[in-house]
């Protein structure tokens, strides 16, 4: 690349990890609405200091796992091309970190804070980047295998598998093994509602990830000259198609409407560069009716307590887009082509396995050593005052 070119990219995929990085709050703001004002301040500590700890991990190990290089190397040759590797690095250490962010509201309101953090380091360490230098690097000829057998390799062009099915689906295990919440559902049945506890937060929560999806999405091309506006516009579709859906199968629920729109995004990034805009508009609107009907129905009928429903919104409609790309990027529903459901199925299918051990391996050791759960005095006061000593809003100002 010439010195023009290689700033232009470098800045390119900086304003990328930017507004990945600002999705961040976005994860923040959507737990802290959702969850009860007595876990307001853990969901924001979480969120910062996840990404804080993924930063660190990510840096030090997950990155040479997934791409097999590193930065212990000198100034002088980290800033070659504008310092495009470093940036780089940047722009996918916010797609790891969001793995630890997705299981956070999964595991919102009794799950201990150190022992989190101790998993946010082995998946963003390892369980992560495994899958990720086989889906994005080549890694294992696993992407070989695949297209030898179908055609084509596996296509996941913004993360749909590799980092948000992956996020749901190591959530789910986990939310298992923590158990349902104090109360939540009662010995003769009945089940306790624990509605959102502030709606501008969550919906402002949804705003700042729709926002930041652009980024997610658009500069996943990791260059200028490799931007396609057509990301951009079935990225808008997408969302769009899964408030809708969301509106009307969520019953104008505004929780569901506001997680509508981010169940559209998740299932739109693995075929957004290939997708008619059409396509994309109904992969978005069937995302948006999985995620209020699974929804209900690990709430109410499976009994599982996921508190912001990550797994049907990123494991299942994650899930929905892998093998979505194979289906709406062909040439025969309006798409460029390139791609093959088969692929998908297997490639997605593995994503699935694999975090799914994962997720069963990590939280199933720390259960049983170090533990995962408040206690029961801890969970009835609440994470904010158990783990922080403080609430989100104080009864007073003055305490001798």
């Given amino acids: 690349m010439d010195a023009p070119n ?20 976005g994860f923040a703001f959507l737990e802290l609405g959702t969850v009860r ?12 200091v996840d990404f804080s700890v993924s930063t660190i991990v990510y840096f030090a190990v997950g990155y ?79 992407q070989a295998w695949i297209k030898a057998l179908t055609g084509e390799e596996f296509h996941d062009f913004a993360g749909s598998v590799v980092v948000h099915a992956m996020g749901g689906w190591i959530a789910l295990p986990a939310v298992i093994l923590l158990g ?28 700042i990830l729709v926002v930041g999806w652009f980024g997610f999405n658009v500069m996943s091309a990791q260059t200028v000259d490799k931007m396609s506006g057509l ?63 699974t929804f209900t129905l690990t709430q109410n009928r499976w009994k599982i307590d996921d508190v912001l429903g990550v797994w049907p919104l990123h494991g299942l409609c994650g899930t929905w887009g892998g093998l979505a790309a194979g289906i709406f990027g062909s040439k025969a529903l309006g798409g460029l082509g390139g791609v093959s459901f088969p692929a998908q199925l297997i490639g997605t299918s593995l994503g699935v396995l694999w975090a799914g051990f994962g997720g069963l391996l ?23 005052l158990s783990v ?8 007073r100002e003055v305490n001798w």
């Fill in 180 to 207: 349902s919440r104090a109360n939540r559902y009662r010995k003769d049945g009945a089940i306790s509602a624990h509605p959102p506890s502030n709606i501008p937060f969550l919906a402002l929560g949804a705003w």
């Fill in 64 to 142: 040479s796992v997934a791409y097999g290089t590193h930065f212990f190397i000198s100034a002088e040759s980290l800033v070659q091309q504008n310092g495009y590797a470093l940036v780089k690095f940047f722009f996918l250490l916010t797609f790891a970190a969001a793995i630890p962010a997705i299981v956070s509201g999964g595991i919102a309101e009794r799950a201990k804070f150190w022992p989190q953090l101790m998993a946010t380091a082995v998946i963003v360490g390892f369980v992560y980047p495994f899958f990720e230098g086989i889906a994005w690097n080549q890694h294992f000829g696993v």
């Fill in 37 to 48: 004002k007595k876990n307001q301040v853990n969901a924001l500590v979480k969120i910062l």
């Fill in 231 to 293: 990301v951009a516009v079935n990225s808008l579709m997408a969302m769009v198609g899964g408030t809708l859906a969301a509106l009307v199968f969520g019953k104008n629920d505004p929780g569901f409407v506001h997680n509508g729109p981010l169940a559209g995004l998740v299932a739109v990034c693995a075929g957004s560069d290939l997708m008619h805009p059409l396509g994309a508009l109904l992969v978005g609107a069937v995302a948006g009716a999985i995620f209020v009907v």
């Fill in 362 to 384: 990590v939280y199933g050791l720390l259960k049983y050593t170090v533990g995962l759960r408040l206690t029961q005095e801890e969970e009835f006061d609440g994470a904010d």
């Fill in 6 to 25: 290689q700033g232009t990219n470098a800045l390119f995929i900086l304003l990328g990890a930017i507004m990945v990085l600002a999705m961040h709050a």
């Fill in 388 to 395: 922080h000593r403080i609430s989100a809003t104080p009864d």
